[in-house]
């Protein structure tokens, strides 16, 4: 097994978040990780900072428009040799021992996934386990982004992230591989700040629709997923009703 893992993170348009990044991976106490960028075609100044940063960080990318954010992540995965990959965001940040923790819970328990502990509005959320039901992959699992490390190979046996999902690939995905067999290794570390700017963040009718589509999927009992999924819209609706007020 490789005693790397490979940071995978998607850019576009990111100058005023990835130098923030950066600077944590920066401080990892462990240097055992390669990053592989797979960039949008951006026109601001993302190319400019990750060229600053290339060898310092041993930072690879790759610059040409995408289709969004999880064929991004299926491009850059054509470039990760190493066993296991940790998708970032351009927004978030990595606690400083995140890579090592990775790194010494693989010596030991070399399941496919391992789920951490992340930090979210100023919250410690915690993985779950047998909650899929009822919250998704968050249930079951954690945070893809920043607290879930994942074993490359599972892309071979169950594929790549749906082109069919807006902002919910990654959990179809998850959801099918851990429902498939896939062994997962809770953790409480925290690994880091996952950001709330991004689109899953601030697009909430879309997230409520594709995460509905997801359970839909890959549930066994349908009807209840039906009643959960109006209770979230009528949740978001009077929302709505309040701010508009």
């Not at 850019?11 to 960028?37: A, R, V, Y």
């Not at 960080?57 to 790759?62: A, E």
């Not at 409480?188 to 879309?206: A, Q, W």
Request: overall charge neutral; hydrophobic content about 40%; some cysteine.
């Amino acid at each position: 097994m490789s005693n790397k893992i490979t940071i995978l993170i998607a850019t576009l348009n990111s100058e005023s978040t990835l130098q923030n990044l950066f600077d944590s991976l920066l401080n990892q106490t462990d240097p055992n990780f390669d990053i592989f960028i797979s960039d949008g075609l951006s026109t601001d100044k993302t190319i400019e900072i990750i060229r600053f940063n290339q060898k310092k960080l041993n930072i690879k990318f790759h610059s040409t428009s995408d289709f969004g954010i999880y064929d991004a992540l299926n491009r850059g995965l054509g470039y990760v040799i190493s066993d296991y990959y940790l998708v970032v965001g351009s927004d978030d940040i990595l606690n400083s021992h995140t890579i090592e923790n990775y790194l010494s819970i693989l010596g030991s328990f070399p399941f496919d996934i391992i789920c951490t502990s992340i930090q979210q509005n100023g919250k410690i959320i915690n993985p779950k386990k047998r909650l899929g039901w009822l919250y998704g992959m968050p249930g079951i699992t954690s945070s893809h982004s920043v607290g879930m490390l994942i074993n490359r190979k599972l892309h071979d046996k169950f594929g790549y992230y749906s082109q069919n999902y807006h902002i919910a690939a990654d959990q179809l995905f998850i959801k099918t591989v851990v429902y498939g067999g896939a062994s997962v290794y809770h953790s409480n570390f925290v690994s880091g700040e996952f950001s709330v700017n991004g689109i899953s963040g601030t697009d909430s009718l879309s997230l409520i629709t594709d995460i509905f589509r997801v359970q839909f999927e890959t549930e066994k009992f349908k009807f209840p997923q039906i009643i959960l999924f109006m209770l979230r819209l009528f949740k978001f609706y009077v929302r709505e009703f309040i701010i508009s007020k």
